[in-house]
Protein backbone atom coordinates (compact mmCIF):
# COMPACT_ATOMS: atom_id res chain seq x y z
CA UNK A 1 0.00 0.00 0.00
CA UNK A 2 1.85 3.14 -0.84
CA UNK A 3 2.39 5.34 1.66
CA UNK A 4 0.29 8.86 2.52
CA UNK A 5 2.59 12.23 3.64
CA UNK A 6 1.42 14.87 4.51
CA UNK A 7 3.48 17.63 3.11
CA UNK A 8 3.39 21.71 4.91
CA UNK A 9 3.93 24.36 2.95
CA UNK A 10 4.36 22.38 -0.23
CA UNK A 11 3.13 25.02 -2.42
CA UNK A 12 6.84 26.64 -1.86
CA UNK A 13 9.56 26.70 -3.51
CA UNK A 14 11.22 23.37 -1.82
CA UNK A 15 8.15 22.17 -1.01
CA UNK A 16 6.74 22.07 -4.83
CA UNK A 17 9.97 19.98 -6.10
CA UNK A 18 9.58 17.21 -3.53
CA UNK A 19 6.32 17.31 -3.97
CA UNK A 20 7.04 16.69 -7.51
CA UNK A 21 9.06 13.87 -6.54
CA UNK A 22 6.94 12.35 -4.16
CA UNK A 23 4.16 12.04 -6.73
CA UNK A 24 6.47 10.47 -9.24
CA UNK A 25 6.84 7.62 -6.82
CA UNK A 26 4.10 6.44 -5.75
CA UNK A 27 3.25 8.10 -2.79
CA UNK A 28 -0.26 9.90 -1.68
CA UNK A 29 0.33 13.64 -0.95
CA UNK A 30 -1.68 16.09 0.81
CA UNK A 31 -0.63 19.49 0.92
CA UNK A 32 -1.08 21.80 3.60
CA UNK A 33 -0.39 25.90 2.68
CA UNK A 34 -1.05 29.24 4.22
CA UNK A 35 -0.03 31.09 0.92
CA UNK A 36 1.90 33.48 2.02
CA UNK A 37 4.80 33.03 -0.28
CA UNK A 38 2.72 30.86 -2.77
CA UNK A 39 0.39 32.14 -5.84
CA UNK A 40 -2.54 31.07 -5.90
CA UNK A 41 -4.29 32.45 -9.35
CA UNK A 42 -7.90 34.14 -9.36
CA UNK A 43 -10.31 31.11 -10.05
CA UNK A 44 -7.98 28.67 -9.17
CA UNK A 45 -8.77 25.69 -6.25
CA UNK A 46 -4.91 25.17 -6.07
CA UNK A 47 -1.54 27.38 -6.12
CA UNK A 48 -0.10 27.63 -9.30
CA UNK A 49 2.91 25.70 -8.25
CA UNK A 50 1.21 22.65 -7.41
CA UNK A 51 -1.12 22.59 -9.98
CA UNK A 52 1.83 22.60 -12.65
CA UNK A 53 3.08 20.07 -10.22
CA UNK A 54 0.22 17.24 -11.24
CA UNK A 55 0.57 18.28 -14.86
CA UNK A 56 4.25 16.97 -14.88
CA UNK A 57 3.34 13.97 -12.78
CA UNK A 58 0.39 13.28 -14.32
CA UNK A 59 -1.25 12.69 -11.12
CA UNK A 60 -3.12 14.51 -8.67
CA UNK A 61 -2.48 15.55 -5.18
CA UNK A 62 -4.81 13.14 -2.94
CA UNK A 63 -5.72 16.78 -1.00
CA UNK A 64 -4.56 20.40 -1.45
CA UNK A 65 -5.65 22.63 1.62
CA UNK A 66 -5.62 25.99 2.32
CA UNK A 67 -4.51 26.92 6.15
CA UNK A 68 -2.20 27.79 8.81
CA UNK A 69 -0.31 25.85 11.50
CA UNK A 70 -0.56 28.57 13.18
CA UNK A 71 -4.37 27.31 13.68
CA UNK A 72 -4.78 24.37 16.27
CA UNK A 73 -7.59 23.10 15.25
CA UNK A 74 -7.15 23.10 11.84
CA UNK A 75 -4.43 21.12 12.20
CA UNK A 76 -5.93 18.92 14.63
CA UNK A 77 -8.69 18.44 11.88
CA UNK A 78 -6.01 17.48 9.20
CA UNK A 79 -4.93 14.56 11.64
CA UNK A 80 -8.37 13.60 12.56
CA UNK A 81 -9.83 13.15 9.12
CA UNK A 82 -6.84 11.72 7.13
CA UNK A 83 -4.68 8.55 7.51
CA UNK A 84 -1.19 9.90 7.57
CA UNK A 85 1.80 8.16 7.70
CA UNK A 86 4.90 10.31 7.34
CA UNK A 87 4.95 14.82 7.91
CA UNK A 88 7.68 16.29 5.83
CA UNK A 89 7.23 19.79 7.18
CA UNK A 90 8.45 22.71 4.88
CA UNK A 91 6.18 25.49 5.90
CA UNK A 92 8.36 28.38 7.56
CA UNK A 93 8.80 32.52 6.66
CA UNK A 94 12.05 32.11 5.47
CA UNK A 95 13.17 36.07 5.20
CA UNK A 96 16.64 36.72 7.05
CA UNK A 97 16.38 40.18 7.07
CA UNK A 98 12.46 40.24 7.49
CA UNK A 99 13.04 37.80 10.48
CA UNK A 100 15.24 40.86 12.07
CA UNK A 101 12.41 43.14 11.92
CA UNK A 102 10.05 41.38 13.14
CA UNK A 103 11.38 38.60 15.77
CA UNK A 104 8.02 37.49 16.89
CA UNK A 105 5.97 37.04 13.80
CA UNK A 106 9.22 34.79 12.89
CA UNK A 107 9.18 33.17 16.15
CA UNK A 108 5.38 32.19 15.95
CA UNK A 109 5.09 31.30 12.40
CA UNK A 110 8.37 28.78 12.81
CA UNK A 111 8.59 27.60 15.92
CA UNK A 112 5.07 27.39 17.86
CA UNK A 113 3.52 26.58 13.83
CA UNK A 114 6.28 23.42 14.22
CA UNK A 115 4.98 23.09 18.36
CA UNK A 116 1.50 22.96 17.13
CA UNK A 117 1.83 20.20 14.26
CA UNK A 118 3.77 18.63 16.66
CA UNK A 119 1.36 18.17 19.07
CA UNK A 120 -1.40 17.23 16.56
CA UNK A 121 1.17 14.60 14.99
CA UNK A 122 1.09 13.21 18.52
CA UNK A 123 -2.47 13.37 19.25
CA UNK A 124 -2.84 11.06 16.19
CA UNK A 125 0.30 8.76 16.98
CA UNK A 126 2.26 9.54 13.54
CA UNK A 127 5.49 9.86 14.98
CA UNK A 128 7.96 10.42 11.71
CA UNK A 129 8.78 13.62 10.71
CA UNK A 130 11.46 15.24 8.16
CA UNK A 131 12.39 18.56 8.95
CA UNK A 132 13.47 21.14 6.74
CA UNK A 133 16.07 22.79 8.65
CA UNK A 134 19.47 24.97 7.61
CA UNK A 135 22.72 25.61 7.10
CA UNK A 136 22.17 28.60 9.38
CA UNK A 137 21.88 26.82 12.29
CA UNK A 138 25.94 26.12 12.57
CA UNK A 139 26.02 30.23 12.46
CA UNK A 140 29.49 31.35 12.02
CA UNK A 141 31.95 28.50 12.16
CA UNK A 142 35.37 28.38 13.27
CA UNK A 143 35.67 25.56 11.37
CA UNK A 144 34.84 24.06 8.19
CA UNK A 145 33.65 21.94 6.58
CA UNK A 146 30.43 21.67 8.58
CA UNK A 147 29.90 18.31 10.17
CA UNK A 148 26.67 17.68 12.22
CA UNK A 149 28.41 16.87 15.35
CA UNK A 150 29.43 20.86 15.54
CA UNK A 151 27.40 22.69 17.83
CA UNK A 152 24.67 24.60 16.45
CA UNK A 153 22.71 27.84 17.91
CA UNK A 154 25.59 29.44 19.65
CA UNK A 155 26.29 31.78 16.84
CA UNK A 156 23.23 32.75 15.16
CA UNK A 157 23.10 35.96 13.44
CA UNK A 158 19.36 36.34 13.24
CA UNK A 159 16.17 35.46 14.59
CA UNK A 160 15.14 33.17 10.97
CA UNK A 161 18.58 30.99 12.34
CA UNK A 162 17.63 31.02 15.51
CA UNK A 163 14.40 29.79 14.81
CA UNK A 164 15.39 26.90 13.07
CA UNK A 165 17.96 25.91 15.84
CA UNK A 166 14.99 26.22 18.51
CA UNK A 167 12.79 23.84 16.70
CA UNK A 168 16.02 21.37 16.45
CA UNK A 169 16.07 21.52 20.36
CA UNK A 170 12.52 20.93 20.67
CA UNK A 171 12.70 18.17 18.11
CA UNK A 172 15.54 16.87 20.30
CA UNK A 173 13.55 16.84 23.10
CA UNK A 174 10.57 15.55 21.93
CA UNK A 175 12.66 12.52 20.93
CA UNK A 176 14.27 12.05 24.42
CA UNK A 177 11.18 12.24 25.77
CA UNK A 178 9.44 9.06 23.68
CA UNK A 179 11.07 6.59 21.94
CA UNK A 180 8.73 6.15 19.16
CA UNK A 181 9.97 9.21 17.37
CA UNK A 182 11.79 9.26 14.21
CA UNK A 183 12.94 12.47 13.51
CA UNK A 184 15.19 13.69 10.36
CA UNK A 185 16.40 17.36 10.37
CA UNK A 186 17.89 17.92 6.99
CA UNK A 187 20.07 20.83 7.00
CA UNK A 188 20.04 22.52 3.47
CA UNK A 189 22.77 24.29 2.37
CA UNK A 190 22.01 26.87 -0.46
CA UNK A 191 19.09 25.26 -3.12
CA UNK A 192 19.15 27.06 -5.99
CA UNK A 193 17.85 25.84 -9.73
CA UNK A 194 15.04 24.69 -11.25
CA UNK A 195 13.04 21.50 -12.21
CA UNK A 196 14.09 20.46 -15.88
CA UNK A 197 10.72 21.35 -17.49
CA UNK A 198 11.10 24.87 -16.40
CA UNK A 199 8.05 25.01 -15.24
CA UNK A 200 7.93 24.68 -11.56
CA UNK A 201 10.97 26.84 -9.75
CA UNK A 202 11.73 29.73 -7.02
CA UNK A 203 9.30 32.74 -7.42
CA UNK A 204 9.65 35.28 -4.71
CA UNK A 205 6.98 37.29 -3.88
CA UNK A 206 9.42 40.26 -2.58
CA UNK A 207 12.78 41.76 -3.71
CA UNK A 208 14.76 38.60 -3.89
CA UNK A 209 17.23 37.89 -0.78
CA UNK A 210 18.96 35.16 -2.34
CA UNK A 211 21.24 35.26 -4.77
CA UNK A 212 20.76 33.22 -7.92
CA UNK A 213 16.50 34.67 -8.07
CA UNK A 214 18.47 37.86 -8.29
CA UNK A 215 20.71 36.97 -11.28
CA UNK A 216 17.80 35.55 -13.19
CA UNK A 217 15.68 38.15 -12.59
CA UNK A 218 18.47 40.45 -13.50
CA UNK A 219 19.24 38.69 -16.71
CA UNK A 220 15.64 38.57 -17.81
CA UNK A 221 15.73 42.30 -17.20
CA UNK A 222 13.72 43.17 -14.20
CA UNK A 223 16.58 44.81 -12.49
CA UNK A 224 19.27 46.73 -13.84
CA UNK A 225 22.01 44.77 -11.90
CA UNK A 226 23.57 42.45 -9.66
CA UNK A 227 25.00 44.13 -6.15
CA UNK A 228 27.72 42.11 -4.99
CA UNK A 229 27.73 42.16 -0.99
CA UNK A 230 31.49 42.69 -0.20
CA UNK A 231 34.66 41.98 -2.22
CA UNK A 232 37.36 41.90 0.47
CA UNK A 233 36.51 38.32 1.89
CA UNK A 234 39.12 36.20 2.59
CA UNK A 235 38.01 34.04 -0.15
CA UNK A 236 40.41 33.71 -3.66
CA UNK A 237 38.50 36.22 -5.31
CA UNK A 238 37.08 38.41 -2.00
CA UNK A 239 33.29 37.48 -2.45
CA UNK A 240 31.73 35.03 -0.37
CA UNK A 241 31.43 31.35 -0.56
CA UNK A 242 28.63 28.96 -0.36
CA UNK A 243 27.83 25.07 -1.29
CA UNK A 244 24.70 25.98 -3.77
CA UNK A 245 22.78 22.58 -4.17
CA UNK A 246 20.12 22.07 -6.90
CA UNK A 247 16.94 21.81 -5.97
CA UNK A 248 16.40 18.35 -8.02
CA UNK A 249 19.69 16.87 -6.04
CA UNK A 250 17.39 18.62 -2.74
CA UNK A 251 14.33 16.38 -3.71
CA UNK A 252 15.89 13.69 -4.14
CA UNK A 253 17.48 13.73 -0.68
CA UNK A 254 13.65 14.11 0.37
CA UNK A 255 12.63 11.11 -1.18
CA UNK A 256 15.22 8.82 -0.14
CA UNK A 257 14.74 10.58 3.58
CA UNK A 258 11.00 9.55 3.01
CA UNK A 259 12.49 5.74 1.91
CA UNK A 260 14.30 5.57 5.42
CA UNK A 261 12.20 7.08 7.96
CA UNK A 262 9.92 4.27 8.84
CA UNK A 263 12.97 1.82 9.52
CA UNK A 264 13.92 1.49 13.31
CA UNK A 265 17.49 2.87 13.06
CA UNK A 266 15.77 6.60 11.98
CA UNK A 267 14.21 6.16 15.74
CA UNK A 268 15.17 9.30 17.44
CA UNK A 269 16.76 13.06 16.09
CA UNK A 270 19.35 12.69 13.30
CA UNK A 271 20.21 15.73 11.77
CA UNK A 272 21.76 15.19 8.33
CA UNK A 273 23.58 18.02 5.77
CA UNK A 274 22.63 17.81 2.33
CA UNK A 275 25.00 20.07 0.47
CA UNK A 276 27.58 19.44 -2.21
CA UNK A 277 30.36 19.41 0.12
CA UNK A 278 32.21 22.07 -2.39
CA UNK A 279 31.60 26.04 -2.23
CA UNK A 280 31.51 28.41 -5.16
CA UNK A 281 32.00 32.28 -4.98
CA UNK A 282 29.30 34.79 -5.85
CA UNK A 283 31.79 35.89 -9.07
CA UNK A 284 32.16 32.02 -10.03
CA UNK A 285 28.36 31.42 -9.63
CA UNK A 286 27.98 34.88 -11.79
CA UNK A 287 30.83 33.63 -14.69
CA UNK A 288 29.14 30.25 -14.71
CA UNK A 289 25.95 31.37 -15.53
CA UNK A 290 27.18 33.78 -18.44
CA UNK A 291 28.91 30.72 -19.98
CA UNK A 292 25.83 28.00 -19.63
CA UNK A 293 23.70 30.83 -20.76
CA UNK A 294 24.88 33.16 -23.04
CA UNK A 295 23.31 36.03 -20.99
CA UNK A 296 25.51 38.73 -19.08
CA UNK A 297 25.07 39.81 -15.86
CA UNK A 298 26.10 43.74 -14.99
CA UNK A 299 27.11 43.85 -11.43
CA UNK A 300 28.46 46.17 -8.69
CA UNK A 301 30.53 45.37 -5.73
CA UNK A 302 28.78 46.77 -2.73
CA UNK A 303 29.49 46.77 1.21
CA UNK A 304 29.56 43.46 3.14
CA UNK A 305 25.36 42.38 3.96
CA UNK A 306 25.64 42.57 7.83
CA UNK A 307 25.40 38.95 9.18
CA UNK A 308 27.01 37.31 6.24
CA UNK A 309 30.08 34.75 6.40
CA UNK A 310 32.49 34.51 4.86
CA UNK A 311 32.81 30.62 3.41
CA UNK A 312 30.42 27.69 4.05
CA UNK A 313 29.79 24.48 2.72
CA UNK A 314 29.03 20.94 4.17
CA UNK A 315 30.41 17.76 5.28
CA UNK A 316 28.24 15.69 2.93
CA UNK A 317 29.27 12.24 4.03
CA UNK A 318 26.36 11.38 6.59
CA UNK A 319 23.56 11.78 4.19
CA UNK A 320 25.97 9.39 1.88
CA UNK A 321 26.68 6.87 4.35
CA UNK A 322 23.06 6.69 5.92
CA UNK A 323 20.75 7.99 3.01
CA UNK A 324 22.73 6.61 0.33
CA UNK A 325 22.61 10.01 -1.36
CA UNK A 326 24.71 12.36 -3.08
CA UNK A 327 24.38 15.38 -4.94
CA UNK A 328 24.57 14.68 -8.82
CA UNK A 329 24.73 18.27 -10.43
CA UNK A 330 27.08 20.94 -11.07
CA UNK A 331 26.98 24.73 -11.14
CA UNK A 332 26.70 24.70 -14.79
CA UNK A 333 23.36 22.57 -14.23
CA UNK A 334 22.16 24.75 -11.12
CA UNK A 335 22.73 27.85 -13.52
CA UNK A 336 21.08 25.96 -16.63
CA UNK A 337 17.60 24.99 -15.11
CA UNK A 338 17.56 28.55 -13.19
CA UNK A 339 17.15 30.15 -16.28
CA UNK A 340 15.10 27.88 -18.25
CA UNK A 341 12.48 28.34 -15.56
CA UNK A 342 12.87 32.39 -15.37
CA UNK A 343 13.30 32.29 -18.95
CA UNK A 344 9.83 30.41 -20.10
CA UNK A 345 8.43 32.19 -16.55
CA UNK A 346 9.69 35.88 -16.70
CA UNK A 347 7.17 36.57 -14.24
CA UNK A 348 7.37 33.11 -12.23
CA UNK A 349 3.73 32.01 -11.34
CA UNK A 350 1.87 35.11 -11.79
CA UNK A 351 0.02 35.60 -15.52
CA UNK A 352 0.56 39.11 -15.99
P1 LIG B 1 9.00 29.00 0.51
O1 LIG B 1 8.63 30.27 1.17
O2 LIG B 1 9.05 28.96 -0.99
O3 LIG B 1 8.01 27.82 0.99
C1 LIG B 1 7.45 27.80 2.27
C2 LIG B 1 5.95 27.57 2.11
O4 LIG B 1 5.36 27.49 3.42
C3 LIG B 1 5.26 28.72 1.38
O5 LIG B 1 4.46 28.21 0.33
C4 LIG B 1 4.41 29.39 2.46
O6 LIG B 1 3.21 29.92 1.91
C5 LIG B 1 4.17 28.25 3.45
N1 LIG B 1 3.97 28.65 4.85
C6 LIG B 1 4.75 29.47 5.60
N2 LIG B 1 4.25 29.56 6.85
C7 LIG B 1 3.16 28.76 6.91
C8 LIG B 1 2.24 28.42 7.93
N3 LIG B 1 2.29 28.97 9.14
N4 LIG B 1 1.24 27.55 7.63
C9 LIG B 1 1.14 27.00 6.39
N5 LIG B 1 1.99 27.29 5.39
C10 LIG B 1 2.99 28.16 5.64
O7 LIG B 1 10.39 28.53 1.12
P2 LIG B 1 11.36 27.36 0.62
O8 LIG B 1 12.56 27.98 0.05
O9 LIG B 1 10.59 26.38 -0.17
O10 LIG B 1 11.76 26.73 2.01
C11 LIG B 1 11.14 25.57 2.52
C12 LIG B 1 11.74 25.22 3.86
O11 LIG B 1 13.13 25.02 3.71
C13 LIG B 1 11.60 26.32 4.91
O12 LIG B 1 11.36 25.72 6.16
C14 LIG B 1 12.95 27.00 4.91
O13 LIG B 1 13.24 27.59 6.15
C15 LIG B 1 13.86 25.82 4.63
N6 LIG B 1 15.13 26.19 4.00
C16 LIG B 1 15.12 26.89 2.84
C17 LIG B 1 16.33 27.26 2.25
C18 LIG B 1 16.36 28.08 0.99
O14 LIG B 1 17.35 28.76 0.73
N7 LIG B 1 15.32 28.05 0.15
C19 LIG B 1 17.54 26.89 2.85
C20 LIG B 1 17.50 26.14 4.03
C21 LIG B 1 16.29 25.80 4.60
C1 LIG C 1 24.69 33.77 -1.11
C2 LIG C 1 25.93 34.62 -1.38
C3 LIG C 1 25.80 36.78 -0.36
C4 LIG C 1 22.44 38.22 -2.79
C5 LIG C 1 20.58 32.42 3.08
C6 LIG C 1 20.14 32.25 4.50
C7 LIG C 1 20.30 30.81 4.91
C8 LIG C 1 19.61 29.86 3.92
C9 LIG C 1 19.99 30.14 2.51
C10 LIG C 1 17.42 29.32 4.65
C11 LIG C 1 26.40 35.40 -0.15
C12 LIG C 1 25.81 36.90 -1.87
C13 LIG C 1 23.45 37.46 -2.24
C14 LIG C 1 22.80 39.38 -3.54
C15 LIG C 1 25.11 38.88 -3.16
N1 LIG C 1 18.19 30.00 3.94
N2 LIG C 1 24.76 37.78 -2.42
N3 LIG C 1 24.13 39.65 -3.70
O1 LIG C 1 23.11 34.24 2.78
O2 LIG C 1 24.24 32.04 2.15
O3 LIG C 1 21.94 32.03 2.99
O4 LIG C 1 19.82 31.55 2.24
O5 LIG C 1 17.71 28.60 5.57
O6 LIG C 1 19.73 30.73 6.17
O7 LIG C 1 20.94 33.08 5.33
O8 LIG C 1 22.34 32.90 0.75
O9 LIG C 1 21.68 33.44 -1.54
O10 LIG C 1 21.41 35.20 0.26
O11 LIG C 1 23.69 34.58 -0.50
O12 LIG C 1 26.29 39.17 -3.33
O13 LIG C 1 21.92 40.13 -4.04
O14 LIG C 1 25.58 35.61 -2.35
O15 LIG C 1 26.53 37.83 0.24
O16 LIG C 1 27.80 35.46 -0.21
P1 LIG C 1 23.02 32.89 2.21
P2 LIG C 1 22.19 34.06 -0.30
Given at each position: ????????????????????E??Q?N?N????D?????????N???????????????K???????????????????????H????????????????V?????????????T???????R???????????????????????????????Q?????????????E??????????????V?????????????????????Q??????????????????????????????????????Y??????????????????T????????????????Y?V???????????????P?????????????????A???????????????????????????K???G??R?
Amino acid sequence: MSKTILVTGGAGYVGSHCVLEFLQHNYNVIVVDNLVNAVKLENQEMPESLIRVERLANKKLEKYLTGDLKDQQFIDEIFANNHIDIVVHFAALKSVGESVAKPLEYYENNVSGTINLLKSMRKSKVTKLIFSSSATVYGDPEVLPLVETLPTGQTCTNPYGRSKHMVEVVLKDLCKSSPEWSVMSLRYFNPVGAHSSGDIGEDPQEIPNNLMPFVTQVAVGMRPELKIFGGDYNTPDGTGVRDYIHIEDLSNGHLKALEQITTELWKDFHPINLGTGRGYSVLEVISTFESANGVKIPYKIVDRRPGDVTELYADAKLANEKLGWTATRDMYDMCASAWKWQSKNPKGYKRD
